[in-house]
């Protein structure tokens, strides 16, 4: 069975500063990997996923992760970050040819501070 | 394309009582997935349905059901709610079928509190 773990449950970081949130899986097969945010009260959005191909995959506001199959992770980045994106960070984790229901880990809350 | 739309988006009930829960996928979309997110246990996945079929189960207890209509819209019910089912609520639409892989899209969920 699949499993996420992501390493912080809280990352404060100072606006402009650089941020890495951690995220390693466990599976036994091939995976399709995504990064979701959620803004307060509202539902989660992609920011991300990794399907096959190029390990570092680009995403929607400024963010990127890089697939390491060897460590099992799935970091996301950004080299420098705004107050807008204080939010709840998902990392999520599907097998191919299985159900493909997503196993989601439990989240990281990025607070960026002026 | 208008996205995934759930509703009511806050409700309140009293232990003992039920709930029902609403959720329309995007234009196309034949499956539906309904989440538990709680601040103690994260987002934990209760079904999925796909063309009107219970596809996919979690681990939670009877109390918790689901339906999906022919239009594709979901449905789920809470029975003698407890406290614990204090939470919010997703549901998520994907394709389900084709080069599904796994991407969902999320309403913005819909928020109960049992007193």
Same mark, same amino acid.
């Given at each position: 069975?699949?499993? @996420? ?13 650089? @941020? ?72 999520? @984790? ?17 607070? @960026?501070?002026? | *394309? ?5 509703? &009511?988006?806050? %409700?309140? *009930? ?6 029902? %829960?609403?959720?329309? &996928?995007? $234009? ?14 994260? +987002?934990?996945? %209760? ?9 996919? *189960?979690? #681990?939670? &207890?009877?109390?918790? $059901?689901?339906?999906?209509?022919? #239009? ?8 003698? %709610?407890?406290?614990?089912? $204090?939470? +919010?609520?997703?549901?998520?639409? $994907? &394709? ?15 928020? +109960?509190?049992? +007193?």
């Amino acid at each position: 069975a699949q499993s @996420v773990t992501q390493l912080d449950s809280q990352v404060p970081v100072f606006e402009e500063a650089p @941020v890495e949130l951690r995220c390693n899986y466990s599976s036994s097969v091939s995976v399709y990997l995504f990064w979701y945010v959620q803004y307060p009260n509202q539902g989660l959005q992609l920011l991300l996923k990794y399907l096959s191909g190029s390990t570092l995959v680009k995403g929607i506001n400024g963010f990127e992760a890089e697939f390491n199959k060897s460590q099992t992770s799935f970091h996301l980045r950004k080299p420098s970050v705004h107050i807008s994106d204080t939010a709840e960070y998902f990392c999520a @984790v599907s097998e191919p040819g299985g159900s493909y229901i997503p196993t989601f880990g439990r989240g990281t809350s990025l607070i @960026v501070h002026p | *394309k208008a996205g995934v739309t759930q509703t &009511p988006r806050y %409700l309140i *009930k009293t232990r003992g009582q039920q709930v029902t %829960l609403s959720c329309s &996928p995007i $234009s196309g979309h034949r499956s539906v997935s309904w989440y538990q997110q709680t601040p103690g246990q994260g +987002l934990q996945f %209760l079904f999925e349905y796909f063309s009107e079929t219970q596809r996919n *189960k979690g #681990n939670f &207890p009877g109390r918790f $059901s689901g339906r999906q209509f022919s #239009n594709s819209r979901s449905e789920m019910n809470v029975s003698t %709610l407890e406290l614990g089912d $204090s939470a +919010l609520y997703l549901c998520a639409s $994907s &394709p389900g079928t084709g080069t599904f892989t796994g991407e969902l899209f999320f309403g913005e969920g819909s928020r +109960l509190t049992v +007193l």
